[in-house]
């Protein structure tokens, strides 16, 4: 792939760098690969064929390969939040200037086409320590950072160090998170929850003092939170996991956490379910058979019914007391009643009662052979 594109002029040079190189370091799947150019300006670039998207700062994609390549940088904060920065993109920025800005050890180390790893700031032993730890006093100038430190430590469930969760707390004291813009929070809160230990992420937050200022609905104690401490191997459904988080909050908490976020409405819906419907779930067993249909119903399961398996999926970690299977099989045995299985001569809302009186009948069938 390299060997597609001729240097210019000699000191051109192209690293692989960051996640692809820390994944490749752990032994894990790489899913993106991100290369930085040395030596080279965007006319270079764009004279070797790439072509030019980012706006704020030179990054190309690839003719071939659409993978992203940026010019080294060297970013100067000017203002308050993740957005005041300036960028230096000239030739003389060097591999170390540019890795010297990330922001943890682990995901400033580069690679040579050749192979060669160049790890000036020790992301390896970090990464053999299983630990988080931030670069530079950089880090302080992007409160994104306090969230992206949270979500990778959800992901590999490493501990932060504590130098790094000192200079958080700074981060947090000097108001940097107020410049976070809601959907920024969403968007790295939706792929934490997804990760392999989300409550890790909620965990970091706490100690550097930003989850009651981002969350003031949660608290590190809540039993959203803590059900996301079970281990736990869901599908990587967000939708599932929000519901989780906040299956022991009001209605209204709900709504006013998804308005405030601008969370997705199938998240919201979701989570509205389980926590209404989580009672009911609970003492499934304990129904009537007009009770469950009633529930099914409550639960639009015969119109949606991945939906309705994503409830009891959600329900399950967030109860003591498993009841998906049983509301399962009753839900299949009364989906089993449609319209096709009516007599045709009803009509109207003839047709509806009789399919409501049948499911009814089947699900009273269903639970008396358990209990013979």
Not at 113 to 123: C, K, L, N, Q, S
Not at 284 to 311: G, N, S, V
Not at 337 to 365: A, H, M, P, Y
Request: hydrophobic residues 40%; aromatic residues 8%.
């Amino acid at each position: 792939m390299l060997s597609t594109i001729h240097d210019s002029h000699l000191k051109m040079k192209i690293y692989l760098v960051g996640g692809a190189v820390r994944d490749q370091l752990l032994g894990i799947p790489i899913k993106e690969k991100d290369w930085v150019v040395t030596g080279a300006t965007v006319q270079d670039m764009l004279n070797q064929g790439f072509r030019q998207v980012g706006k704020d700062f030179p990054v190309f994609l690839h003719p071939e390969t659409y993978e992203e390549y940026a010019l080294a940088r060297i970013e100067r904060k000017t203002g308050r939040g993740y957005t005041g920065f300036t960028f230096d993109t000239s030739p003389t920025v060097t591999l170390e200037e540019d890795l010297l800005r990330r922001d943890l050890t682990i995901n400033a180390i580069a690679q040579t086409p050749e192979g060669e790893i160049i790890d000036p700031y020790h992301g390896q032993d970090d990464l053999a320590k299983k630990i988080l730890r931030h670069v530079s006093s950089a880090f302080t100038e992007d409160p994104v950072r306090i969230l992206r430190v949270g979500r990778f430590a959800a992901r590999f469930g490493f501990p932060v160090a504590e130098e790094t969760i000192t200079l958080m707390q700074k981060m947090v004291t000097a108001g940097e998170i107020d410049a976070l813009v809601p959907e920024r929070v969403w968007k790295e809160l939706e792929r934490a929850l997804i990760e392999k230990y989300p409550f890790q992420f909620f965990s970091v937050l706490e100690k550097c003092g930003a989850l009651n200022i981002l969350f003031p609905q949660l608290s590190i104690h809540n039993p959203g939170i803590l059900a996301l401490k079970q281990d736990i191997h869901l599908p990587t459904n967000s939708q599932v996991h929000l519901a989780i988080l906040l299956h022991a909050l009001s209605k209204e908490k709900i709504n006013i956490f998804c308005d405030h976020y601008r969370i997705p409405n199938q998240h919201r819906e979701l989570a509205l379910l389980v926590s209404q419907y989580l009672p009911d779930y609970q003492k499934a067993k304990e129904l009537t058979a007009e009770e469950l249909l009633q529930l099914l119903i409550y639960l639009d399961a015969f119109r949606r019914p991945i939906r309705f398996k994503e409830f009891l999926t959600a329900s399950e970690i967030c109860s003591p007391y498993s009841t998906s299977l049983w509301l399962y099989n009753v839900f299949q045995a009364a989906a089993n009643i449609t319209v096709e299985n009516i007599s045709k001569k009803l009509k109207g809302k003839e047709i509806g009662e009789k399919i409501k009186q049948t499911r009814t009948d089947v699900i009273e069938q269903l639970l008396e052979s358990v209990n013979r």
